[in-house]
């Protein structure tokens, strides 16, 4: 026999990778296929898809048996393992999706400045627009009812010019864009009264395009009656080091810094907290399986089993979060102005936000199997107490995600 028939024979007999005599389609030493994709096209295709069908069926099959509370985490504790997707694979391949889609769909849409108080006569928007102020000067049937009311409102917008904190700089501008508005209305108001009115001779108060009185702004942040300045004048927190002063002002003067680019566009900031949330579900998954691990201690499982179940509620209310997006989705697509039409949408939106927590509970009585007394004594008690480490959790990834837009 030749050398390459001696090398075919091994290879025929043997498996590539650890050289184990085989003894069927796989190597039961490594696992590893006995076909080789690199000798056979076909083979190679087949490969593919029989890996495609196969995890695609796991797949399917585990989200079905998902659906059934409790019935796949004691379908996996009793050992029934190779028919379903590992349960910390599926939380991160739904959690992942889930939060993808919501950052797609979400959306806060537009958002308004809220109206500071009127002018004394009660007819300016101080922050509006100019074509949107609402300053109405049509109403006034003399020269001298036009110039009050005109004094009257620019005394309201330098007013309100000088309480704007220096980090909303853009809202100082439309007001400023509002002061010129309010004098060339006025004047075009008077040219319609009396056109040879003295005062049209007179150059405006504030000219169109030059600089307004200077006025400090006060601060979003002060310390001592003094606006915060990260170098001048910091926050101290008397029981932290130096360098850890240091670092938190640093922190706290790149908030203030990002106050324009968040109130400007909102939805940026929205879509960067939902995209950091998965992160923040790995810290929080472990420490609910501490919580279960703590409340059914009598039970005498250990960590892993409450792990597995922690997984798999949560990969399933990431998938009602999921449903709950695409719902969304699909009812953008209806006009604001059908209330009839959007009634379907919030009408299954309500029932999958009253549907988790009954769920969870179902969940719960199935799989530790405790009187049911106990178990919604049980449930209501880790509910708050998760709920409240929830809270935090999102209040510390909107205050990071702010930091760091």
Not at 30 to 40: E, I, K, T, V, W
Not at 245 to 265: G, I, S, T
Not at 333 to 355: D, E, Y
Request: glycine share 6%; proline share 7%.
């Amino acid at each position: 026999m030749t050398p390459t028939h001696e090398a075919d024979a091994v290879h025929a007999n043997a498996c590539d990778n650890c050289k184990t005599p085989l003894q069927g389609g796989f190597c039961h030493q490594c696992g590893q296929n006995a076909h080789n994709p690199l000798r056979s096209f076909g083979h190679a295709v087949e490969e593919v898809f029989e890996s495609f069908w196969h995890l695609d069926g796991r797949i399917f099959r585990t989200l079905r048996t998902l659906l059934s509370p409790g019935k796949l985490a004691n379908a996996y504790l009793a050992g029934h393992r190779a028919p379903f997707v590992a349960p910390l694979r599926l939380f991160v391949i739904v959690s992942v999706l889930t939060f993808f889609v919501a950052k797609l769909t979400l959306h806060i849409g537009e958002v308004t400045l809220p109206e500071p108080p009127p002018s004394a006569d009660g007819t300016t928007n101080l922050v509006a627009k100019p074509n949107e102020s609402g300053i109405d000067f049509s109403k006034q049937t003399t020269v001298e009812g036009v110039i009050k009311q005109r004094d009257q409102t620019l005394e309201g917008l330098i007013s309100a010019r000088a309480g704007v904190p220096r980090g909303l700089g853009f809202v100082r501008e439309r007001i400023e864009e509002n002061i010129y508005a309010t004098q060339r209305l006025a004047r075009e108001r008077i040219v319609q009264l009396q056109p040879d009115h003295p005062l049209l001779a007179q150059p405006d108060r504030y000219p169109a395009g030059a600089p307004l009185p200077e006025i400090p702004m006060r601060a979003l942040i002060s310390i001592d009656g003094k606006p915060f300045d990260a170098e001048t004048n910091p926050v101290r927190v008397g029981w932290l080091p130096d360098f850890a002063n240091r670092w938190f002002n640093k922190k706290l003067a790149r908030a203030e810094e990002n106050v324009p680019r968040v109130a400007q566009d909102p939805e940026y900031f929205v879509t960067r907290l939902i995209g950091s949330v998965p992160s923040a579900l790995f810290v929080l998954v472990p420490v609910f399986a501490l919580l279960l691990k703590l409340a059914y201690i009598e039970t005498r499982r250990v960590y892993l089993e409450h792990l597995v179940v922690a997984l798999y509620s949560h990969a399933y209310l990431c998938l009602c979060i999921l449903v709950f997006c695409l719902v969304q989705a699909v009812g953008g697509l209806i006009p604001s102005g059908n209330f009839w039409l959007k009634i379907p949408q919030w009408t299954v939106q309500m029932a999958l936000l009253a549907w988790m927590p009954v769920y969870l509970f179902w969940m719960q009585q199935r799989v530790y199997r405790q009187h049911v007394i106990v178990t919604l004594l049980k449930f209501s008690v880790l509910g708050t107490l998760y709920f409240m480490m929830l809270v935090m959790a999102i209040v510390f990834l909107a205050l990071t995600t702010w930091v760091n837009a």
